[in-house]
């Protein structure tokens, strides 16, 4: 399966507007933002959990990043509460599930081969900063590598986003919205810029709560399942 697999051109999906597709785990429903494989994958999503609904354990041999959205996720490890960053590294066994039931937007198969950081973070509690050369802008970051890096940004009413994106960038509306090329993006809007790009957007009147990623897309594709 190919899903917004050609990494060199931008890709949206206004995920809110897309309907839910059943997973082969009873009550796991995703919505695809981009995929290169089959059941196993290099791929992103919004997955949903019912309530009561598992999946059977299972090792992730790529790693898997994910942050809960809503809801309350869980494992053996521990309830994830919504704002709750994870990242379990390659070769790290699970078996997730949720009893009240939540919605995470997930990463697999992304990480260095090599990667074994176990990360789990509250991310509603991460400190923001105000960048020096971004004005209207509040950031809070939940992992930095060699890589990539990965963060929480607040955007002001009407601010005028403007940033390079050397390796690549990637983004998902948590709350509010912005405009991207006369295109608007709400909540659960999901935008993938490639590699050399720059990233111009003007927030929304009532500001923006974004996921953001960059640096990654450099590695796209070195790190899906043979």
């Not at 919505?31 to 090792?59: C, I, N, Q």
């Not at 509603?124 to 802008?137: K, L, S």
């Not at 986003?161 to 659960?188: S, T």
């Amino acid at each position: 399966m190919r899903v917004n697999a050609d990494f060199s051109r931008p890709a949206v999906v206004h995920a809110a507007r897309a309907d839910w597709v059943a997973s082969p785990m009873p009550g796991v429903d995703r919505k695809m933002l981009d995929r290169v494989g089959g059941e196993v994958a290099r791929a992103t999503s919004l997955v949903r959990y019912a309530p009561g609904s598992a999946f059977s354990a299972h090792t992730h041999g790529g790693g898997e990043e994910f942050l809960v959205l809503d809801g309350i996720f869980q494992d053996e490890r521990g309830d994830y509460p919504a704002g709750t960053y994870v990242r379990n590294p390659p070769t790290s066994r699970h078996t997730p599930g949720s009893a009240e039931g939540c919605t995470i937007l997930v990463k697999l198969w992304q990480f260095d081969p090599a990667d074994r950081q176990q990360v789990v973070l509250d991310a509603e509690g991460i400190a923001f900063h105000q960048p020096e050369d971004r004005p209207g802008v509040a950031a809070a970051v939940l992992h930095a590598d060699s890589r990539e890096e990965v963060r929480v940004e607040l955007w002001a009413p009407g601010a005028r986003i403007d940033m390079p994106a050397p390796g690549g960038l990637e983004l998902l509306v948590l709350d509010g919205g912005f405009a991207w090329r006369d295109e608007d993006f709400i909540r659960q809007s999901w935008l993938r810029l490639p590699v050399g790009r720059r990233f111009e957007a003007v927030a929304a009147p009532e500001g923006a709560r974004v996921w953001l990623k960059e640096g990654h897309l450099r590695f796209a594709g070195a790190e899906a399942p043979a």
